[in-house]
């Protein structure tokens, strides 16, 4: 059964490869979702992730052909979350703390596109939004809230295996260091 089911998922993903569309072109509409490691705001060892750096973004195609046939201009909106607390209840002279710390990004992102590779569309860009950062406690009622506008470059690629599914990495400034995960291009 498992000979089976490997064999079959081997043979779809073959099939679905041969038909991958190559390049980023104008109107396409691309969703992706992703899961971070790192992040850019606190990484500090005392605390703890409740929450991994996740993240969605979803961008539009308004350029083809922008230097040559295999280059491109998308722009698009970009949403991250991640959550911590204190990893064990300890901070030296304060005593014990029960504290939770988010944070929370929306924005606008640009990307040049250039296809180096057959089916990979790779890609740089700046981002700019919104940073919402939030911390509260059990010490005194602690809470704090702060915003302010962040922004970021980033480059990353995308690899189809059919016209439209992809799986995705960046590296960059925004709410992860390293975001892995899928694209769907409508």
Request: contains cysteine; hydrophobic residues 40%; aromatic residues 16%.
């Amino acid at each position: 059964m498992k000979r089976l089911f490997f064999t079959t998922l081997c043979l779809f993903i073959l099939t679905s490869m041969s038909f991958a569309q190559d390049i980023f072109k104008k109107g396409d509409l691309v969703l992706n979702a992703g899961v971070g490691i790192g992040n850019t705001v606190r990484s500090e060892s005392y605390l703890k992730t409740t929450v991994p750096p996740v993240s969605v973004s979803l961008e539009y195609c308004v350029k083809d052909n922008l230097f040559d046939e295999k280059s491109s201009l998308g722009v698009g909106v970009y949403a991250g979350y991640f959550a911590q607390k204190w990893k064990d209840g300890s901070f030296g002279y304060l005593g014990n703390l029960d504290l939770k710390y988010s944070d929370f990004i929306i924005g606008v992102r640009g990307a040049l596109h250039y296809q180096f590779v057959d089916k990979l569309d790779t890609y740089g860009g700046v981002a700019i939004g919104y940073d919402i950062v939030s911390a509260s406690g059990s010490y005194g009622d602690y809470s704090v809230s702060s915003s302010a506008l962040t922004a970021g470059v980033y480059v990353g690629g995308r690899y189809y295996f059919t016209d439209a599914f992809a799986v995705n990495a960046e590296i960059g400034y925004d709410i992860a260091v390293l975001t892995l995960g899928i694209s769907y291009k409508f």
